[in-house]
């Protein structure tokens, strides 16, 4: 079972539009999570980084939110532009002796004119 | 741009052969992690080098080799290639210490094995 569970697989929204992915992890103890976006056959990029101990992290029209207590994570784009299609990735970092990203599976999405 | 730059950016090898995959870090980065993403999945940790030094791995066998160098740059070699062995290899390069450690990521290497 993967540490890292994303919701949606897949997403489609009108440009302009807003849309919120989610992500479960079972990961504990974690140092931090991080979103990041990856386009097709690049390498990702962060987005966001929260320790445990941050509620929300915003990143211009990114806005990154996380319950430590529910193990539950969430990406919100507002006013979403054609430039946002791409793969959406959580990943969480164990509170290890190196850091080791393990990341979700990720939420392809798709804005449409 | 993250100053990750890996090489080459496509390769195709024959089942059984031997790849080596290339990975410059940024400047003023000591430790480089290696992952692979197979299509449609999130990229899995191979191993990580701290210092020319491994200091964490993944669950991968032991054909799955590295080296880190003096500059911090960073080879990964993969012995007797399988079918399955075909994904993005990704680079991270980051500077372990403080708050958390930021990670940024090449371009990745597509690995075609046929």
């Known amino acids: 079972k993967n540490q890292v569970e994303q919701s949606p697989q897949s997403l489609i929204i009108l440009e302009g539009k807003n849309c919120t992915l989610q992500?479960?992890?079972?990961?504990?103890?974690?140092?931090?999570l991080r979103w990041y976006k990856q386009d097709t056959g690049r390498g990702p990029v962060s987005l966001t980084i929260?320790?445990?101990?941050?509620n929300t992290k915003s990143n211009g029209r990114y806005t990154a939110t996380l319950d430590a207590d529910t193990k539950q994570s969430s990406l919100h784009i507002t006013a979403s532009q054609l430039s946002d299609s791409a793969s959406y990735i959580c990943?969480?970092?164990?509170?290890?002796?190196?850091?080791?990203?393990?990341f979700g599976t990720g939420t392809r999405l798709l804005v449409s004119p | 741009e993250t100053g990750v730059t890996q090489s080459p950016t496509h390769l195709i090898k024959t089942r059984g052969q031997q790849v080596t995959l290339r990975c410059s870090s940024q400047?003023?980065?000591?430790?480089v992690s290696w992952y692979q993403q197979a299509l449609g999945q999130g990229p899995q940790f191979i191993f990580q080098?701290?210092?020319?030094?491994?200091?964490g791995r993944g669950n991968f066998p032991p054909r799955f080799s590295g080296l880190q160098f003096p500059n911090y740059s960073s080879e990964l070699n993969v012995n007797a290639l399988e079918l399955d062995d075909s994904a993005l290899y990704l680079c991270?390069?980051?500077?372990?210490?403080?708050?958390?450690?930021?990670?940024?990521f090449g371009q990745g290497t597509r690995l075609t094995v046929v």
């Open positions: 929260m320790t445990f101990s941050e």
């Open positions: 991270a390069s980051s500077l372990v210490g403080g708050k958390y450690t930021e990670a940024f």
């Open positions: 992500c479960n992890y079972t990961v504990s103890p974690f140092s931090n």
């Open positions: 080098y701290y210092r020319e030094e491994e200091n």
């Open positions: 990943v969480v970092i164990p509170n290890t002796g190196f850091q080791k990203l393990v």
């Open positions: 400047s003023g980065h000591n430790t």
